[in-house]
């Protein structure tokens, strides 16, 4: 059975940081894109970022880059999202998201709550 486990959120003050976690299993990590997806209240879920296990290759929102840093430790099967200078605008609940590189098979974690401060 696949989890993805998210840890890391909180609230903050516009300008701090926070570090979201999320630790995988059940699946072969390696053929896996793993990122973050977000939805605040009124409005959709969006994509944030996500990175290739299988290559690397990074994508992140336009509005977070500069900010944000995902990365990957493969040894642990969790991926990290680093986010420095938070905005208000980036309250949401984050949640978790595994793509496989091969065929469309995908899964979500539960979600963690994001709350910045102005």
Known sequence: EVH???SGGGSVQAGGSLRLSCAASGLDFDEYAIGWFR????KEREGVSCISNRDGVIYYKDSVKGRFTISSDHAKHTVYLQ???????????YYCHAQSSYTLRYYWGQGTQVTVSS
Request: proline share 11%; glycine share 6%; hydrophobic share 40%.
């Open 39 to 42: 939805e605040a209240p009124g």
């Open 83 to 93: 986010m420095n200078s938070l905005k208000p605008e980036d309250t949401a609940v």
């Open 4 to 6: 993805l486990v998210e």
